[in-house]
């Protein structure tokens, strides 16, 4: 149980970082070759670009857990109340059947990426990988705006105390 609870803590944010941190360890080797050996690794800018890209597949579902997405809250903010709550479960809705949809859209472009058989030029790696990272990015934005959605209608509002501090 422990390894779930930490997996739904850290999936997205231990895969981010190690991908970036392969990018650092390709560039820099890159540069050393250019500059120490008048020579330049083929695949290099390639592998960076792909690790990039999945980077940002995996950031979907963590800037969705983090609650950090881009949105204006200011019109959301001058409403009253219930209306407040209402509108937010509504947009909640709105990310969900989005995030939704792309996955399964992801899906379709997956099985015909997978059926192409299409290859990266220097690296000669299957594409359909990167997609997959595409399909796992929306799946988890999905899963992880679901649970931002129970947790509004489960966690309860933490009380203040006076002088504006969380009790």
């Known amino acids: ?19 970036l941190i392969m990018i650092s360890v390709i560039m820099m080797l890159q540069v050393i070759m250019r500059y120490a050996f008048s020579s330049s690794l083929n695949w290099a800018e390639e592998a960076c670009r792909h ?19 881009l949105r204006v809250d200011m019109i959301i ?17 709105i990310g969900i059947a989005a995030y939704g949809y792309l996955f399964v859209e992801s899906i379709t472009t997956l099985k015909s990426t997978i ?27 999905t899963v992880r705006a679901v649970e931002q959605l129970i947790e509004r209608f489960t966690k309860k509002e933490p009380r203040v105390e006076a002088g504006g501090e969380e009790a």
């Open 1 to 19: 149980m422990k390894v779930v609870k930490w997996l739904d803590n850290n999936l997205e944010e231990f895969f981010m970082i190690i991908f």
């Open 77 to 93: 903010e001058m409403l009253p109340g219930v209306l407040k709550k209402i509108m937010i479960v509504f947009i909640d809705l």
């Open 115 to 141: 059926a192409s058989g299409q290859t990266s030029t220097a690296l000669e790696m299957p594409m359909w990988i990167l997609f997959l990272f595409l399909m796992i990015g929306f799946f988890l934005a």
């Open 51 to 69: 690790l990039w890209i999945a980077t940002t597949c995996l950031s979907i579902g963590y800037c969705t857990k983090k609650k950090s997405a």
